[in-house]
């Protein structure tokens, strides 16, 4: 997963390494979510299969992490230099890039998550290893010209192909529907609503 970091060094420059580190270690931010949405998707796939339930999850987990993402988007313009020093503003657009593939990469990595849980965890590795040649030809193409920002979009391109490959093999395997996954539907607003005042209502009983 950090093949891109490494290599920008040697194919740009340390100065470029340093603000393609700072864009990933703030782009990421929402992939911490996405990680537990996508292990809470294998042990529920692996308990029972749901196709609803699941399109649903990608949709919701995409709303909830595009919504982090656009909140660091828009704000990090004056507090990223703040934090880790005028020298890393250059460091804004490569993050924004970092962010788009974060989010893009979502509904994959739940029907990535659905592939291990119904017993085809081959597949998704199948789609990380395509990914990882695409992402590697991107970085020698782009990088040595353009530093940071290239390995930011052979970032995206990446997660874009491990992303439409684990959909595809959902679809071809599973019988699941890509276009669920994407989007939004009337109801996943009032199920997030609801899962948040779950959550409000278990931490008023706690205290």
Known sequence: MRLDQSLVTPLSDADQAGLYAVAVAVGELPLLLSA??????FVSEAAGSDDARLARTSRVATLVCGAVALGVGLTMGWWLPLLFGAAFAPAVPVTAVVLAAVVLGIP?????????????PGLRSVSLAVACAVNLVVLLLLVPSTGALGAAWATLVGNAVAAGMNLVFARAVLGTAVLPFLGLRRGDVGVLVAAGRRMLGGARRRR
């Open 36 to 41: 537990a949405v996508r292990d809470v998707t």
């Open 108 to 120: 994959g990595s739940v029907a990535g998550s659905a592939l291990g849980g119904r017993g085809r």
